[in-house]
């Protein structure tokens, strides 16, 4: 079970590597959301919560590379956005419950150019001039439920001398949500680690420059929220249907008109424009003139993308850079990783592990293969989590949903460099970049992502 679970992840992975100029998991991913860091979707994960096993936490984060010292205006939410995390439970590829957190700019006063005019001690201070606000809805078939509105945004880290007790004032953010669970929105440091030298030919073409951790330093905006796993499954019954498929959405109003006084107005219904499920999918999946595609295709529509599944460009640069023999084509294994979820009935890995084919209550002949991060929930937090997920034997990790902490990297490097493959080289075992661990440690409660930092990048 442990080695077949093992090779689950590895095929997860890859299809994770390519040597193309982009930044970490999901930063920068396509030409569009490039341009438009609001919008940009960096990680999702989502993980039966360690400290209350009874529930789910889901966190998006978007605004790549936010360094610390961004005033005046710093980093908020698109006001003309909505930021959503989305749940299928029974294997469609539609969302059956939709978490949209929706945001309102608000100033003391347009008569400075400050964000805070003196010292922020809480989230009604008079001092802190800027403060954003949120809607948050739950949305089904049956309608849509405001569970908060005119929710608090942490602010952005200014300093010390504006803010001296900032993971106060953060925490004042966390929110209880009606009939159970919580949820944060707000600024944090970036979770995902990597050393970027990655994309200068795989480390310098010989695996020689590894060991700096170059996402350290910056921040993210996040949006966690964590729920009751009865709210999230198949007829809210967590014990028959346990898994759960999650992918974050950004979306924006399809037409912007600017008046004669600068003023941006926007009207008609809502437009994807970005896309996350599964790190990496679409930076080295799927190829340049299709990512902005992607990211606003739904997932019931993925068949159009199968052949960059099936038969990846990855493996080839591979072959021809270290001469590992790409494995043959059509890559199944893939198609089950990234599209169904992995089940004995789902394709060559025989393993049931996190396809909503293991839902008792699914019917079999609605099932549509789709890109989502799917999470079983029946499988308990880890009590000594290991950083490789299931390759390293740890089922409650990536690729059964994906925490904080797992190791995305030195997986995909090991197991692109035939780490499970038969007679692989002994080398390719502890292949990695040196990085191991994020540079802050994680909190051991919600929203578990570390405080935002504070010091500017160029000093760490």
């Known amino acids: 079970m442990l080695g077949v679970a093992a090779a689950v992840t590895a095929t997860a992975c890859v299809a994770s590597l390519a040597p193309t100029v982009t930044q970490a998991s999901s930063h920068r991913e396509a030409p569009l959301v490039a341009g438009e860091p609001q919008l940009d979707n960096t990680d999702v994960y989502a993980f039966v919560s360690p400290d209350s096993p009874n529930t789910v936490t889901m966190i998006g984060n978007w605004v790549p590379f936010e360094e610390p010292n961004g005033g005046p205006n710093f980093y908020p939410f698109a006001s003309d956005a909505a930021y959503d995390i989305n ?42 001039n800027y403060l954003q606000t949120y809607k948050l809805e739950a949305i089904t078939e049956s309608g849509s439920q405001v569970l908060i509105n005119n929710g608090r945004v942490a602010p952005s880290r200014v300093g010390p001398a504006s803010m001296p007790n900032y993971q106060q004032l953060a925490d004042s953010a966390i929110t209880p949500l009606p009939g159970g669970g919580k ?100 930076e080295v999946v799927i190829p340049v003139g ?45 198609v089950e990783v990234f599209l169904t979820g992995v089940c004995k009935a789902c394709g060559p890995v025989a393993v049931d592990l996190n396809s909503q084919r293991l839902n008792k209550d699914v019917d079999p002949a609605t ?52 780490v499970l493959l038969p007679n692989h080289p002994a080398a390719v075992d502890g292949l990695g970049d040196a990085v191991d661990a994020n540079a802050l440690p994680f909190r051991a409660t919600f929203p578990y992502v570390a405080t935002s930092n504070v010091v500017a990048v160029n000093q760490n």
């Open 183 to 282: 949820t944060y929105a707000g600024q944090a440091d970036d979770p995902f680690f990597i050393d970027l030298r990655f994309f200068d030919n795989y480390f310098g073409g010989n695996l020689s420059e590894v060991g700096q951790d170059t996402v350290r330093g910056y921040n993210t905006n996040t949006l966690a929220i964590q729920v009751p796993k009865s709210v999230l499954a198949l007829k809210g019954d967590a014990a028959r249907n346990p898994v759960v498929g999650v992918w974050a959405t950004t979306s924006r109003q399809r037409i912007e008109v600017v008046d004669t006084l600068n003023n941006r107005n926007r009207y008609g219904g809502w437009q994807q424009v970005s896309r996350l499920g599964m790190p990496l999918v679409n």
């Open 290 to 334: 299709r990512k902005d595609e992607f990211n606003a295709t739904a997932p019931r529509n993925d068949a159009k993308f199968l052949p960059f599944v099936t038969s990846p460009e990855v493996p080839r640069r591979i072959e021809a850079l270290y001469k590992i023999p790409a494995p043959a084509t059509p890559r199944n294994d893939l």
């Open 87 to 128: 749940i299928d439970n029974d294997g469609d590829a539609r969302a059956d419950l939709i978490y949209r957190w929706t945001f309102t700019d608000n100033y003391r006063s347009k008569n400075t150019y400050l964000y805070n005019t003196g010292v922020v001690t809480s989230l009604d201070d008079p001092d802190l």
């Open 367 to 418: 099932f549509v293969p789709s890109e989502q991060l799917r999470l079983n929930m029946s499988i308990p937090p880890a009590a000594s989590p290991n950083r490789l997920g299931v390759l390293g034997g740890d089922n409650a990790g990536f690729p059964n949903g994906r925490r904080l902490a797992d190791d995305v990297t030195d997986v995909t490097v090991r197991v692109a460099e035939g």
